[in-house]
C-alpha cells in the first residue's frame, strides 16, 4: 500500500494568471515541483524553485520559478506553511530553500537577537573611543 502524497495549499500569480490569483495545490514528486489550480498545471524541476518575500506588504513568502510567460509565484500562507514546504522539498531543494529561510527570516543561528547585540556592542565601542579621544583633546 502507497501512503498518499501530501499537498499544501497555495495561491499562484502570473502575468497570465488572473490578477486576484487562483488557488491551487502543489506537492512534490521527486525533485519535481507538480502545481495544479483551475486550469493551470505546473511541473518545476526543483532546482529551478527560488524563495523569496514579497506579497502585498512584504512579509508573505513566495517560491518562485521562470515560465514562459513570465515569473509565477506560488504564496506560502505563514511561516509555518514555509517549514512544512521545505520539510517536503527533496534533501538538496529543501538545503537550498532553508538556508534563505533562515536568512530572512532571523532564524538562523546567529539571528536576530545575535545581530542586536553585535550592533549593541558596536554602539558602545564607539561612545567609549569618542569619550577617550575627547579627554585626550582636553588634555
Keep these: 500500500m502507497r501512503l498518499p502524497t501530501p ?3 497555495v495561491l ?3 502575468s497570465d494568471l488572473p490578477p486576484g490569483g487562483i488557488k491551487a495545490q502543489a506537492h512534490f514528486e521527486g525533485a519535481i515541483l507538480v502545481v495544479q489550480g483551475k486550469g493551470h498545471w505546473f ?3 526543483g532546482d529551478r ?4 518575500t514579497g506579497g502585498y506588504d512584504g512579509r508573505q513568502w513566495l517560491v518562485c ?8 509565484s506560488m504564496i506560502l500562507k505563514g511561516s509555518d506553511a514555509v517549514e512544512v514546504f521545505i520539510k ?3 534533501a538538496e531543494i529543501a538545503e537550498k530553500l532553508k538556508l534563505v529561510y533562515r536568512a530572512r527570516s532571523g532564524k538562523s543561528k546567529f539571528g536576530r537577537f545575535g545581530w542586536g ?7 558602545v565601542l564607539i561612545v567609549m573611543a569618542l569619550g577617550v579621544l575627547q579627554n585626550l583633546v582636553d588634555t
Design 7 to 9: 499537498k499544501f495549499k
Design 12 to 14: 499562484l500569480y502570473g
Design 43 to 45: 511541473t518545476i524541476q
Design 49 to 52: 524553485l527560488f524563495l523569496k
Design 65 to 72: 520559478w521562470a515560465a514562459h510567460s513570465g515569473q509565477i
Design 88 to 90: 517536503l522539498a527533496p
Design 117 to 123: 547585540v553585535l550592533i549593541t556592542l558596536l554602539v
